[in-house]
Every structure is written in structure tokens, then in C-alpha cells.
């Protein structure tokens, strides 16, 4: 199932070798770290919208994309899970010409795929921030078990609503649960839209359990600046904030913030981003870069 053509889009299509990935970019380039920004299932690039205009307020350059078969990217081949993630990011990289360090910053899903490319590449990897993020150790749980087969399969049945036209007039309702604004929000909901979105976002959850054991293969590097950000405050859903933190209490140079009033998507609004930005702060600051 191919991407419906939309159109207009921000950013630009990047060709990864037959095939094009959709990519918006931020702030001037120069000799600090390029920020890679890694979105959640069923997500897209313009979740980062909020978070890549605060970086760039900071002189900081910014990635963005969607994944292939998500938003305005061409599909990919299968499976997809974690490694032909991390495999199309290095390509959408090389072909910007991105050669510099890197901090990864992933949301949900998304701390599983910049944990892979991490540990993968860890010579070009200066930091992580993981926001609201998922962890291997979730799968090792009953409970996140359990969820990860819940959103699996409702995500299914989302992407058999989508094919009838279903999750257009849900979209204008629920499209953006992040608080975006402008092109960014109207985006989000044309996208949270499509049958294509729901189709490839179902096939990468399919594969969650996957890539999660390729992701808990190795450890982050002890001395890689590891910041957490989590929704909520520090005394709400203790048991998932306590496996989210694990990653930055194993760091020498961890950081972790809790956001007491957001939400797992509104932690990418405006009205909560700015710890995402501080934690991206920190990391920069260890690295002295």
C-alpha cells in the first residue's frame, strides 16, 4: 500500500535508493550537533514542529521525518522493525549529507529505534533524550506486554476502518492530540487520516516485539549523556516512570525530568516542550559541545 499523494507538505522528499522519505529540517546548519528527531507509532514529523521551532530559537539545527509508509513517506520493504529503521535513518542521513554528531531524541516507540541507532553507531552519537519513551524492559513485563498486544491490535482494526474512509472524520476530532498549530496541526490530522498511515503504523507495532529484543541487544554506552522526560508527575504511574528512568540512572551522565500536567502526546505541545529542550540542553552541555 503506497503513500496517497497530498498536496502540499513541509520539508522535502529525500531519495533513500528508490524510494523517498519525507524530511523537514530546522535551524542553521554549523559545528554543533545535528538533532535527530525520532517520532512514536503512528506518528509523523510534524509532531516535532513545537520542539524543532524551540531548537532553532536556540541555534540549534533539527531533523524530522516520517518513517517509510508513514505521513508522505514512500513505503519500505518488510519487515519493519527496529533495524530497517535505524538502516533508512542512516541512509536519510548520508543523503543530507549529515556526517557530524548526532543527538537522537525519540518519543514513545521512538526511544526503541534511537536506542538501536545508538548502540549501532555510537561513534556518531553524542547523547539521547528519551521522551515518555519506550524501553526493552517494558516487553519484559506482564502488564507492558499486555498493553504493546492491546495497541497492536487496535491499531489493526484501525487500519481495516481506514480503507473505508473511517478515520477521516475521527481525524478532524482526535488528530492532534499534541496542541500543534497552523500547517503543523492541520498536517497532523491529514495524515492521522490516511489509509496508508494506518496500514505501515500497524506493520511497525506488528513488529514491537522484535524490535525490542534487537534494541535490548546492548546498552547505551555508560558514558553517554542519557536525559529522560516523562509525562506526569514523578508520583503518577510509578511502575512505567520507574522502567523509563532506567536508562539514565545507568548513564554516569544522566538526567531525568517528570512533567507534572502533560500528557503522553501533549509533551510535544507548546506548553510543555520546553523540558524536551532542556533535556537536549543537558546532554550538550555534558558533551561540552
Avoid at 67 to 87: E, F, K, N, Q, Y
Wanted: glycine fraction near 12%; include cysteine; charge should be positive.
Amino acid at each position: 500500500m503506497s503513500a496517497a499523494p497530498l498536496k502540499t507538505f513541509r520539508g522535502e522528499m529525500v531519495d533513500v535508493g528508490g524510494r523517498r522519505l519525507r524530511v523537514v529540517t530546522a535551524g542553521p546548519a554549523g559545528e554543533r550537533p545535528t538533532i535527530v528527531l525520532e517520532h512514536g507509532a503512528f506518528g509523523c514529523a510534524a509532531d516535532w514542529a513545537v520542539v524543532q521551532e524551540k531548537l532553532a530559537a536556540k541555534g540549534l539545527r533539527s531533523i524530522a521525518y516520517d518513517r517509510a509508509g508513514l505521513g508522505h513517506s514512500d513505503p519500505g520493504p518488510r519487515p519493519r522493525d527496529g533495524r530497517a529503521i535505524v538502516d533508512d535513518l542512516t541512509a536519510l542521513l548520508r543523503e543530507l549529507g549529515e556526517t557530524g554528531p548526532l543527538v537522537l531524541v525519540g518519543h514513545s516507540m521512538g526511544g526503541l529505534m534511537v536506542r538501536l541507532f545508538a548502540v549501532t553507531h555510537p561513534d556518531r552519537v553524542v547523547g539521547v533524550v528519551l521522551v515518555d519513551a519506550v524501553t526493552p524492559e517494558v516487553m519484559g513485563s506482564p502488564l507492558g506486554s499486555r498493553a504493546v498486544k492491546a495497541f497492536g491490535w487496535s491499531l489493526r482494526l484501525v487500519s481495516r476502518g481506514a480503507r473505508l474512509g473511517m478515520m477521516r472524520p475521527v481525524a478532524a476530532i482526535r488528530g492532534d492530540q499534541i496542541g500543534l498549530e497552523g500547517e503543523a496541526s492541520a498536517e497532523k490530522r491529514r495524515i492521522f487520516g490516511l489509509a496508508s498511515h494506518a496500514h505501515w503504523s500497524s506493520e511497525e507495532v506488528s513488529r514491537w516485539p522484535v524490535t525490542s529484543d534487537q534494541a535490548r541487544a546492548a546498552d547505551f554506552p555508560t558514558r553517554m549523556p542519557v536525559a529522560v522526560i516523562t509525562a506526569g508527575a514523578e508520583n503518577t504511574a510509578t511502575a512505567l516512570k520507574a522502567i523509563q528512568v532506567l536508562p539514565a540512572l545507568a548513564s554516569a551522565n544522566g538526567y531525568v525530568e517528570h512533567v507534572a500536567g502533560a500528557g503522553h502526546a501533549s509533551l510535544l505541545g507548546r506548553r510543555f516542550a520546553d523540558p524536551i529542550v532542556r533535556g537536549v540542553d543537558q546532554v550538550l552541555a555534558v558533551a561540552r559541545l
